[in-house]
């Protein structure tokens, strides 16, 4: 949305005033790959979008704060003084847990605000919406207060809010990137050190295609969790052999098979399996796309889907006939689910020149397969967190 358009909704929303409104961008994310990573301490591969959630804000002369969004209609208006006492249920848990947050970090809000969201990400889509939620509003208030925007620990502080406000277990893979991504690069990011660097995303004829399945995720009410348990078992199997093993992502696939009959079930083996490849995936990947090597790269994102589907099982049928049939149209290089799965989006790297059959026949036959009409995304690659200034 462009900032005049943003101005306009907020004025007519909570009127004029001689306070100065400023108005603050973060983006969604895609995983180019790396599913399931960021939580057991490998390597990931994301990308901000060029879409997101949009933050107008402007001070109040009182310690209320008003929560408002142009997508969903519930709205609120909360003393400051008795913020967090009890929990809404509602989307403005995320913006408020991090109001909470900041004042656990002597951030303390030094009076009240009105805030209007608008996001372009649709909610349980696995695009990070509510990630895009926690920064835009953490940079945005640092920002009005005058303190230090550090994009890292803007990440760090939603990470908690999720976790522990809000209550998903998610890893910090989503709010990196959101805080920290940049415009035609991925980000090669080491989830348990937060070491990372930006890796140039060069596709020349090659578009990305987010392909929506319309089926919604819950997370909270998902097998996230258990699947983090189930990671978590493995480990202590494996850590039988190796004490000092912190976390799956640390082990070589050829240890791994070689103590393949330590585990009791061939379930916790698969999703060990599925970690330990997928860790490898990522590496192999950026080595493709620095030898600009597309191809590789697909092949990749179709070996990474299968497994998430097999091995880790967080895939549906949804997603799986999304990738079916975005492998059928020629052209298109890799297609594999991305976020957390259990429905949500899958990212597929097409020629420029099969973008308009992909989305007429891969959008009818996803159709007639499920009863379901997805939605596209044709888009580029965009920059984290920041505020809007002149025309953008």
């Known amino acids: 949305m462009k900032k005049q358009e943003m101005e306009q909704l907020f004025i007519s929303k909570y009127g004029e005033s001689a306070e100065p409104l400023r108005i603050f961008n973060a983006p969604g994310r895609v995983n180019l790959i790396g599913e399931h990573i960021d939580y057991n301490g490998g390597y990931v591969f994301p990308a901000a979008l060029e879409f997101g959630t949009t933050l107008a804000l402007r001070k109040r002369a009182d310690r209320k704060v008003s929560f408002a969004s142009m997508n969903l209609?519930?709205?609120?208006?909360?003393?400051?003084?008795?913020?967090?006492?009890?929990?809404?249920?509602?989307?403005?848990?995320?913006?408020?847990?991090?109001?909470?947050?900041?004042?656990?970090?002597?951030?303390?809000?030094?009076?009240?605000?009105?805030?209007?969201?608008?996001?372009?990400?649709?909610?349980?889509?696995?695009?990070?919406?509510?990630?895009?939620?926690?920064?835009?509003?953490?940079?945005?208030?640092?920002?009005?207060?005058?303190?230090?925007?550090?994009?890292?620990?803007?990440?760090?502080?939603?990470?908690?809010?999720?976790?522990?406000?809000?209550?998903?277990?998610?890893g910090i893979m989503d709010q990196f990137a959101v805080a920290n991504g940049a415009k035609d690069h991925a980000i090669l990011l080491m989830c348990d050190t937060l070491e990372y660097k930006l890796v140039p995303f060069r596709t020349g004829a090659y578009k990305l295609i987010i392909s929506n399945t319309k089926k919604r995720r819950g997370l909270v009410d998902s097998k996230y969790n258990e699947r983090?348990?189930?990671?978590?078992?493995?480990?202590?199997?494996?850590?039988?052999?190796?004490?000092?093993?912190?976390?799956?992502?640390?082990?070589?696939?050829?240890?791994?098979?070689?103590?393949?009959?330590?585990?009791?079930?061939?379930?916790?083996?698969?999703?060990a399996k599925h970690v330990?490849?997928?860790?490898?995936?990522?590496?192999?990947?950026?080595?493709?796309?620095?030898?600009?090597?597309?191809?590789?790269?697909?092949?990749?994102?179709?070996?990474?889907?299968?497994?998430?589907?097999?091995?880790?099982?967080?895939?549906?049928?949804?997603?799986?006939?999304m990738v079916?049939?975005?492998?059928?149209?020629?052209?298109?290089?890799?297609?594999?689910?991305?976020?957390?799965?259990?429905?949500?989006?899958?990212?597929?790297?097409?020629?420029?020149?099969a973008v308009d059959r992909f989305l007429a026949e891969v959008g009818k036959a996803y159709l007639e397969r499920t009863g379901i009409e997805g939605e596209f995304y044709v888009c580029g690659v965009g920059d984290g967190v920041h505020e809007m200034k002149g025309e953008n």
């Open 73 to 170: 209609p519930y709205a609120a208006e909360l003393d400051l003084d008795q913020l967090g006492k009890e929990k809404s249920g509602e989307w403005i848990d995320y913006p408020v847990g991090i109001i909470l947050e900041l004042e656990k970090l002597g951030a303390r809000l030094s009076g009240g605000y009105d805030l209007l969201f608008q996001g372009e990400i649709p909610n349980g889509s696995g695009l990070s919406s509510s990630a895009s939620l926690e920064v835009v509003t953490a940079y945005a208030l640092l920002s009005m207060e005058g303190k230090e925007t550090d994009t890292v620990e803007i990440a760090r502080l939603s990470q908690r809010v999720e976790n522990g406000y809000v209550g998903v277990n998610s």
């Open 228 to 271: 983090r348990s189930q990671c978590d078992a493995a480990l202590e199997i494996l850590r039988k052999r190796e004490p000092g093993l912190e976390y799956l992502a640390h082990l070589q696939p050829e240890q791994l098979n070689e103590w393949r009959g330590d585990f009791p079930d061939e379930v916790l083996f698969n999703r």
């Open 276 to 321: 330990v490849e997928e860790n490898a995936r990522v590496l192999k990947s950026v080595d493709a796309l620095t030898a600009n090597d597309l191809k590789a790269f697909g092949e990749l994102m179709n070996a990474s889907h299968d497994s998430l589907r097999d091995l880790y099982e967080v895939s549906c049928l949804e997603l799986d006939v």
């Open 324 to 353: 079916e049939e975005a492998r059928k149209i020629e052209g298109t290089l890799g297609a594999r689910m991305t976020g957390a799965g259990f429905g949500g989006c899958t990212v597929s790297l097409v020629h420029e020149d």
